[in-house]
């Protein structure tokens, strides 16, 4: 499922939650689709795609063996317009606001879709003469924010970590000046050996003393 494709059917799913309409009278916009019976609410997506701050780029040890990799991560905006027919279109598109503060109908939702519904940008009345008769109708436009990530891939790492120490001989050195380190699951020289634990006196272009 498309990014888009997403937005929309999880904008439907609340719809038919806030409204309790079935899933036939909440529809997706589209060209020459016939009209169910109303009350009927028609959802589509008019401005997808709107960056959100400023894209990251994260890293973690999440990759084979625990290598680094990283990633791209960004979060965007989208406008949704649902516009709804019939008498009870008002009614139908306060629902929709009002229900915009409840978790218990919007939480399910933005879990299952990944989406994050955030306001009402606009609201429109709609209603007018068609044929003989005026019909009722009203729009809003709803904000939807969410989340986009690229596919991780692997991350340079430290190919080498060159050290320089010295000490003045003292037998006896105080407590706060005992260390070690320890570095794990990074190839430090070619010898084969992955782990150094402090304990060697001298390390010089791949062999230990």
Known sequence: MSVREQVLQGVRAFCRAATGLAQG????????????AMPYLVVEVVTPGVQVGTDE?????????????????????????VSGYGTD???LLEQVRL?????SVRGP???????????????????????????????????????????PVASPEAASIVLALTFDSD?????????GVTLV?????????????????????GLVF
């Open 109 to 151: 939702v933005e879990a299952l879709y990944s989406i994050s519904l955030a306001r009402v940008v606009t609201a429109q009345d709609l209603t007018a003469l068609r044929q003989t008769d005026f019909e009722v109708a009203a729009m809003m436009d709803l904000e939807v924010t969410y989340r986009l990530d690229t596919a």
């Open 25 to 36: 009278s909440v529809i997706a916009a589209s060209q020459g689709a016939l009209r169910p």
């Open 57 to 81: 780029l994260l890293r973690d040890l999440g990759g084979t063996y625990g290598s680094m990799r990283e990633w791209v991560r960004g979060h965007r905006r989208a406008t949704v317009q």
């Open 185 to 205: 699951q990074h190839t430090l020289w070619d010898g084969g050996t992955t782990l150094w634990d402090g304990g060697a006196t001298s390390w010089d272009d």
């Open 89 to 91: 279109a008002p009614e």
């Open 171 to 179: 037998p006896n050195p105080p407590a706060d000046l005992t260390g």
């Open 99 to 103: 229900s915009l503060e409840s978790e």
